[in-house]
């Protein structure tokens, strides 16, 4: 497995460009902006969860996600290191952000991944301790997973969208699902619960394996949930005609278990069902046909240290120049704050004028 160096030295590749007009964003702070209090929004969304993207790079390369060649990375000296989001991780935490969610690319190609786990776990929130999750394929996780869990790791969640090894093959261009099994049977003997799985719904590539997925979950006590193809892929090749939907999702397990509404949602991104006979849920996480932008309490930190408050924006909210520069504490959170306070009240997938964003989703951060 290759792994990403944390440091800034190294490899003279060229950043990857952000557009040809630059959406990240230096403005002066809204003058309605409150300065101290939660983390709101103009819509009065307060924003508790804090996606951390550590590397663009990845182990496989997903159809839906990225080219199998020709990827331009990030700089190695652009990306964040362990000290710089130690620092954003803190001041975020000290304004109420309880959650922080580690992702990627590949989180696990970071070589100080453990140390980035034991760092931001002991934060403190004004409530308390915060708490570590993280979005991974599980390509080497049996072989770090009791040290990650040692330094904090509390919740994880598993992309597997096959369990057909030449269809594996095919969908993420690496043979290689032996090795995201070995990771799976380490996460299922491990403490860590709730454990989760994610799928991408695809039609003519998986949809007729959406019950096996589930039972494959039920085999290693977790829970599977289903997301809608959304038009995040670096080639900007997603069409709505190849999404699977949510009603379509539900109507295939229906066939196999009777489904009953789990309450209580709350800002989660999936809805949950009960698989009658088994004690278990799945979930479904429907971006596209049924938005929760209105419960969102997420925003998320690329690896190169840009803020976004939506997975679907076109802006970016830049922090390095105030990290590598003389910016203080108070400066990145006014930052932080401008960034949620900017938040649109929806990300407008299904309006005429949406434009996909520049990036594509491994650049971006599960």
């Known amino acids: 497995m290759d792994e990403v160096d944390s440091g800034r030295e190294g490899s003279a590749v060229t950043a990857v460009p952000i557009g040809l007009s630059d959406p990240r964003v230096r403005e002066p702070a809204p003058a309605d902006m409150p300065a101290h209090g939660p983390l709101v929004d103009r819509f009065g969304r307060v924003h508790r969860d804090l996606r951390v993207s550590l590397t663009d790079r990845c182990s496989l390369r997903c159809t839906y996600c990225m080219p199998e060649q020709g990827n331009e ?21 000290a304004q109420g952000i309880s959650t922080f969610r580690l992702t990627g690319g590949e989180p696990l190609l970071r070589r100080d991944i453990v140390q980035i786990v034991e760092r931001l776990a002991a934060l403190e929130t004004p409530d308390g301790p915060v708490q570590i ?59 860590l619960r709730p454990l989760k799985f ?53 109507e295939r397990l229906s066939e196999r278990w009777d489904l009953e509404p789990v309450p209580g949602r709350g800002g989660a991104p999936a809805e949950s069902w009960r698989l009658a006979g088994t004690g278990s849920t799945v979930g479904v996480i429907a971006s596209v046909t049924a938005p929760f932008c209105g419960a969102c309490d997420r925003l998320r930190l690329t690896a190169d240290g840009q803020l976004r408050n939506c997975l679907f924006s076109n802006r970016e909210f830049d922090l390095v120049p105030l990290l590598r520069g003389s910016g203080t504490d108070d400066d990145l959170e006014q930052l932080l704050r401008g960034c949620i306070w900017r938040k649109l009240p929806g990300h407008a997938i299904n309006d005429p004028g949406f434009l996909q964003p520049d990036r594509g989703m491994n650049a971006i951060g599960g």
């Not at 790791?153 to 598993?158: E, P, S, T, V, Y």
Request: aromatic share 4%.
């Open 73 to 93: 990375w990030l700089a190695k000296q652009s990306i964040l290191t362990l000290d710089e989001i130690e620092r954003v991780a803190r001041i975020a935490a």
């Open 133 to 191: 999750a993280m979005t991974t394929n599980a390509i080497g996780l049996d072989k770090v997973l009791p040290a990650l869990v040692d330094a904090g790791l509390g919740r994880l969640n598993i992309s597997i969208d096959t369990v057909d090894r030449e269809r594996f093959r095919d969908l993420t261009r690496r043979d290689r699902l032996h090795d995201v099994v070995a990771g799976i049977q380490a996460a299922a003997a491990s403490r």
């Open 198 to 250: 994610n799928a991408v719904a695809m039609r003519g590539v998986n949809d007729d394996e959406l019950v096996e997925l589930v039972q494959f979950a039920l085999d290693n006590d977790a829970q599977m949930r289903f997301i809608e193809q959304m038009p995040l892929d670096a080639g900007h090749t997603w069409s709505r005609e190849s999404m699977v939907t949510r009603e379509e999702i539900l």
